[in-house]
């Protein structure tokens, strides 16, 4: 099961059939990264990856600035996922200040979070579509991907970067009419993407070029610490809205997806039929939700929390993303640290890569669901 | 959970007669503990006695302090009695008026489904000094590499991030910073951003 993993390349030593490339950092197929490849004819014998391109310090200004004024530059690393990316902070806070949130506001976010989950998956399938030279596959995504960013803007008055959550519950209510309109565009969303079925996940060809390609094992996948699609893909059934829920989704009816290959093709499907189950969630939840009632708790301006410590999770796009926030009794948090799941999924790379041929880089790398921004934080 | 004042709040904003809207002051007086994690932290006090302290056992959470000569041999224990196989997260933190940064490994499992909820929190502490030159300081911690395959990266990051070496670890190279960083490590509290 373990190949040997490369200790990094600076400590290799290079004989001359092997040739060195740089992938990026402003390469479109590696994101804004640089993944240092060795390469013997057309198959990889190790890979580097070196992300830093986009490390733009969150965690050293959340230190900064107080537990409110925070929100808007915390959701920075995912901006199409900014729900997600907020969300165990905000949970954090509420757990150091003791607050509890309105039931409403629960059934809010859980909404915002799924759109926002699907928003992202959906701007990562046309890049994955993309790469791997299906043009329509770019085209259609990045079309219905509108209807949803048009439901989050009549919720949340922007069109990406929300800020929507805030400690104690959501910043405003939903406008009037927006059950009806949310069922709707849901409605019609879920049947496009299952038709990318025939057109994308069902092609021969698509099949043909990522199965087999990256084979991660359930042991490795485990053992690496993995997360999200790349861990469910492996055949590891370990989904934190079902193994630890927060807010209310232990009273939605929903099923994790797990795929047992562990195969590029596994790992671009998971986040696929993730997105039907989102749909699910969001009907179900504007079923249950509280029809009245207040959105938000009040806080005290410039709250301050007690002398502890709080790690929280959530399943975000691109598997768990905890939060970890220290407190010393001031306005300001004293450490914020985001432990996100593209940093996470990140040291799959150089193992997946070793022996496989060049022309397969894309496709593996894209789907482990990498954000290089979130990565950097 | 405090019992600061301060964190009381004022009253729901629309509909104060919400019953759900309204907030729960942190309680005096202690809750009884939850079972499952004091089960956790009694088995690990068992093993290692004073040489570990639990610092606190919440719901879901268990976080025990270890001396940095101990932490192998605990994050040992951990993977291979209580099956935990995984890093979520590695913190550092840093403390200039105790002389300390603490790294905090975050540490769930996969493969145990009574632990899915489950994080323990091991933190230790490394030495801290005033002028760092990271890598040829004492600010040094064994590398939990070779036990939790995960905490790779991480270290690797917390090496550049507040300059604490992990003795053991294949790969002590930066990760993020660029190349040519000649500062302080960022994250620790005397390195400053212009103009705060």
């Known amino acids: 099961m373990n190949k040997e993993l490369p200790p990094g390349l600076a400590l290799q030593k290079v004989d001359e059939r092997i040739m060195t490339l740089n992938v990026g950092p402003q390469h479109p197929g590696s994101g804004h990264m640089r993944i240092i490849v060795q390469i013997d004819g057309d198959f990889i014998v190790a890979c580097d990856p070196d992300p830093g391109y986009v490390h733009r310090g969150e965690e050293k200004m959340a230190e900064y600035r107080n537990y409110i004024t925070n929100i808007p530059h915390l959701e920075r690393p995912v901006i199409h996922d900014s729900c997600n990316v907020l969300y165990p902070y905000v949970l954090g806070v509420e757990e150091l200040l003791g607050i509890e949130v309105p039931e409403r506001a629960k059934y809010i976010r859980v909404i915002a979070s799924e759109l926002n989950r699907c928003v992202y998956t959906m701007y990562w399938l046309a890049i994955y579509g993309i790469f791997l030279g299906h043009s329509?596959?770019?085209?259609?995504?990045?079309?219905?991907?509108?209807?949803?960013?048009?439901?989050?803007?009549?919720?949340?008055?922007?069109?990406?970067?929300?800020?929507?959550?805030?400690?104690?519950?959501?910043?405003?209510?939903?406008?009037?009419?927006f059950e009806d309109v949310c069922l709707r565009q849901v409605n019609y969303f879920e049947k496009r993407i299952?038709?990318?079925?025939?057109?994308?996940?069902?092609?021969?060809?698509?099949?043909a070029r990522t199965a087999n390609t990256g084979v991660l094992s359930r042991e490795d996948a485990i053992r690496l610490g993995t997360t999200g699609s790349v861990l469910r893909a492996s055949g590891v059934d370990y989904d934190l809205r079902k193994k630890e829920p927060y807010d209310v989704y232990d009273e939605l009816d929903f099923q994790t997806n797990v795929l047992k290959e562990g195969d590029s093709y596994?790992?671009?499907?998971?986040?696929?039929?993730?997105?039907?189950?989102?749909?699910?969630?969001?009907?179900?939840?504007?079923?249950?939700?509280?029809?009245?009632?207040?959105?938000?708790?009040?806080?005290?301006?410039?709250?301050?929390?007690?002398?502890?410590?709080?790690?929280?999770r959530v399943e975000s796009g691109r598997g768990s993303l905890g939060c970890y926030i220290v407190s010393d009794k001031k306005p300001e948090p004293y450490r914020v640290k985001l432990s996100v799941g593209s940093f996470r999924n990140l040291i799959a790379l150089p193992y997946l890569l070793k022996g496989e041929k060049l022309g397969n880089m894309p496709s593996v790398y894209w789907s482990l669901n990498y954000w290089p921004v979130e990565a950097d934080r | 959970m405090s019992s600061d004042s301060d964190n009381e709040q004022i009253e729901a904003t629309s509909d104060a007669k919400s019953a759900s809207a309204k907030t729960s002051?942190?309680?005096?007086?202690?809750?009884?503990?939850?079972?499952?994690?004091?089960?956790?932290?009694?088995?690990i006090v068992e093993k290692f006695g004073t040489r570990i302290k639990v610092a606190f056992v919440k719901p879901d959470r268990v976080r025990i302090n270890v001396g940095r000569d101990d932490v192998k041999e605990v994050a040992e224990f951990l993977r291979d009695v209580l099956n935990f196989d995984h890093a979520e997260s590695v913190s550092g933190v840093d403390y200039p008026q105790d002389k300390e940064i603490e790294v905090v490994y975050h540490l769930g499992s996969y493969t145990d489904?009574?632990?899915?909820?489950?994080?323990?929190?091991?933190?230790?502490?490394?030495?801290r000094e005033e002028n760092p030159i990271p890598g040829n300081d004492t600010t040094k911690l064994p590398s939990l590499r070779e036990i939790f395959y995960s905490v790779e990266f991480h270290e690797r990051e917390i090496f550049e991030m507040f300059g604490v070496y992990f003795q053991g670890h294949p790969d002590n190279r930066r990760l993020l910073l660029p190349e040519d960083w000649a500062d302080l490590p960022p994250l620790r509290k005397d390195f400053a951003i212009k103009g705060r």
């Not at chain 1, 259609?140 to 048009?150: H, K, S, T, V, Y």
């Not at chain 1, 990318?196 to 092609?203: H, K, L, P």
């Not at chain 2, 007086?29 to 004091?38: A, G, R, S």
């Open chain 1, 136 to 177: 329509t596959m770019f085209m259609w995504p990045a079309g219905d991907r509108e209807l949803l960013i048009d439901l989050l803007e009549k919720m949340t008055g922007a069109r990406v970067t929300h800020a929507h959550f805030v400690p104690g519950g959501v910043r405003n209510d939903l406008p009037p009419n």
């Open chain 1, 194 to 207: 299952k038709e990318y079925a025939a057109i994308f996940y069902d092609n021969p060809i698509l099949i």
């Open chain 1, 266 to 312: 596994a790992r671009s499907k998971i986040p696929w039929l993730d997105m039907m189950e989102s749909c699910r969630i969001i009907r179900h939840a504007l079923q249950k939700m509280p029809k009245s009632g207040s959105v938000r708790v009040k806080l005290k301006p410039n709250p301050k929390g007690g002398d502890a410590s709080v790690y929280k």
């Open chain 2, 25 to 43: 002051p942190p309680s005096e007086k202690e809750i009884e503990l939850p079972k499952f994690e004091k089960g956790l932290a009694d088995k």
């Open chain 2, 113 to 127: 489904s009574s632990l899915a909820r489950q994080i323990l929190v091991l933190a230790t502490r490394a030495q």
